[in-house]
T-cell receptor, first 108, second 114 residues
Framework: GQSLEQPSEVTAVEGAIVQINCTYQ??????LSWYQQHDGGAPTFLSY????GLEETGRFSSFLSRSDSYGYLLLQELQMKDSASYFC?????????FGSGTRLLVRP | DSGVTQTPKHLITATGQRVTLRCSPR?????VYWYQQSLDQGLQFLIQ???????AKGNILERFSAQQFPDLHSELNLSSLELGDSALYFC?????????????FGPGTRLTVT
């Protein structure tokens, strides 16, 4: 089967750095994607790691270690608008398998 | 705005009924995916179509079916509705490459079954 684990909630202060971890067990693994979803909104794509290492996109970075079946999303210089749910998703053949999401609350 | 459109935005219906949700992908995207998101739950993959053909199936109930038409829009049909089918249904599209890592989601259809 396939399973992903990520923390259910994380709280951080505006301007700080936060890391959201994701571990997975799956077959047919191509890579790990991250999505952001604000309350009442649609998921939006943030990043994708097909290879081991760090990918940086502005304030957001994502890391993958295939050997450890582990990845994380790093958010820097947190802003209030970053309060949202963040989902890791395994890219398997022709589909995305999503984790249950991490709710990030950014406090002033 | 992702470029993916879904109608209707909200749908309220009774148990036992049948509904159809509609999705138009981004211009040029050949792949369409359907997801179900229940309250405070993650996104559950239902089914994927590529250029009119079913390509992948998730935990889609037998009461649910979908299709993709020649103009690439897709419809998700939900029948014999139960209270537990109340959820947000998202459609997403992508360019159709084999990895499907980057998908563009529509605004969703909120289905309430009473």
């Amino acid at each position: 089967g396939q399973s992903l684990e990520q923390p259910s909630e994380v709280t951080a202060v505006e301007g700080a750095i936060v890391q959201i971890n994701c571990t997975y067990q799956t077959s047919g693994f191509y890579g790990l994607s991250w999505y952001q979803q604000h309350d009442g909104g649609a998921p939006t794509f943030l990043s994708y790691n097909a290879l081991d290492g760090l990918e940086e996109t502005g304030r957001f970075s994502s890391f993958l270690s295939r050997s450890d079946s582990y990845g994380y999303l790093l958010l820097q210089e947190l802003q209030m608008k970053d309060s949202a749910s963040y989902f890791c998703a395994v890219v398997s053949s022709y589909k995305l398998i999503f984790g249950s999401g991490t709710r990030l609350l950014v406090r002033p | 705005d992702s470029g993916v459109t879904q109608t209707p935005k909200h749908l309220i219906t009774a148990t036992g009924q049948r509904v159809t949700l509609r999705c138009s992908p981004r211009s040029g995207d050949l792949s369409v995916y359907w997801y179900q998101q229940s309250l405070d739950q993650g996104l559950q993959f239902l089914i994927q179509y590529y250029n009119g053909e079913e390509r992948a199936k998730g935990n889609i109930l037998e009461r649910f079916s979908a299709q993709q038409f020649p103009d690439l829009h897709s419809e998700l049909n939900l029948s014999s509705l139960e209270l537990g089918d109340s959820a947000l249904y998202f459609c997403a599209s992508s360019t159709g490459t084999s990895e499907t890592a980057e998908q563009y989601f529509g605004p969703g259809t909120r289905l309430t079954v009473t």
